[in-house]
């Protein structure tokens, strides 16, 4: 299925029109993310990775999903986090752009949020520069912060470093 371009305006307008979103979320070590329900297709644990030469750090390789060649991602890499202490096989998200297949890996997946307006705030000042473009805002939830990721953005990557080569 494939999603507008603006489909994170879309959520963005949904949650300031007070409009209920569900969100996966997902950890990578403590950090908990959320990712758009509407974007997610799978949940899997990710295996027979092969590495690709020369492929940016982010990417962890190529796998096969039921027949479908998926380019795994890590999302700790992605977003500039430090080396997991531990080593373990994880999990990964299914996420489809472009007519283009991904496997989002993080340590763990969560449960399945609904959140409203209530709890949604916009992307805190003080967020790490390098998430503060690949967010959407964040919800308090219990005294934790949920940070919504925008999956354009993770996943457009390649466009970045296309346009900081050419700057």
Partial sequence: M????????????????????????????????????????????????????????EIVGLLNLRGRVVTAICLRRRLGMPRAQTQGAGMAIGLEQAGETFGLVVDGVGEVLKLGPDTHEAVPINLDARWRNLAL???????????????????SFGAERAEASAA
């Fill in 2 to 57: 494939m999603k507008p371009a603006n489909s994170n305006a879309a959520a963005s307008a949904a949650a300031k029109d007070g409009a209920t979103q569900e969100f996966v979320t997902v950890f990578v070590g403590e950090t908990m993310f959320g990712l758009a329900i509407n974007r997610v297709h799978d949940v899997f644990i990710p295996t027979g990775i092969t590495p690709v030469p020369l492929a940016p750090p």
């Fill in 137 to 155: 805002g964040v919800h308090r939830l219990d005294g934790k912060l949920l940070v919504i990721l925008d999956v354009d953005g993770l996943l």
